[in-house]
C-alpha cells in the first residue's frame, strides 16, 4: 500500500504506519527541517523507532499542496497531520481547493484521515459535523453520512 503523510515529520505516523505488513511506501511531506531534525534526536527516536530513516519512507521537505501538486501517483491513503491553523496560510490545508487536491491524489477506493483543527469545546458537535460534510462534499469527497 502507498501512503502519504501530509506533515508528520516527527515520524511518529510513518512508525505506526509500518506495522503494517502491506505497507510498500510511506511518503513524508514536511516543510519545516528543524521538526525532522528533532525527530533523530534521542526522545523522538524511542517514539518513532527511527522510522524515518527506513528504506520504505520517503522524506521530502515541501509545503504538502506543492507537493501533491506536482505529483501523479495515487496513494491507498493520505493522512493529514499538519499545524493547527493559527493564520491564513496553514488555514489553506483546511480548505475546499487543498481537500481536491488530496482526494485526487488517491486512489479510487482510497481513504482520507486527518485530525480535526477545530474546538469542539466551543462549538456544538452537530454544527462541526455539518461544517466538515460540506467541506468535504465540495471537495468531492463522498459524504460521511451518505456511507
Known sequence: MLFRSLGGGDGVLAAE?????????VDVVEIDPVV???AREPGFLAL???ALDDPKVQVHVADAMTFIRGKSELYDAAF???TYPFDF????FYSVEFLRVVCRSLAPNGILV?????DLVD?????????VDATLAAAEFRN???E
Open 89 to 92: 496560510d496553514s488555514a489553506r
Open 80 to 82: 493529514i497531520d499538519l
Open 123 to 131: 462549538s456544538p458537535q452537530e454544527d462541526l459535523g455539518m461544517l
Open 36 to 38: 525532522l531534525r528533532l
Open 48 to 50: 518513532n523507532r527511527g
Open 17 to 25: 504506519l509500518l506495522r503494517r505488513p502491506d505497507t510498500a511506501i
Open 144 to 146: 460521511r453520512s451518505e
Open 114 to 118: 486527518a485530525g480535526s483543527p477545530f
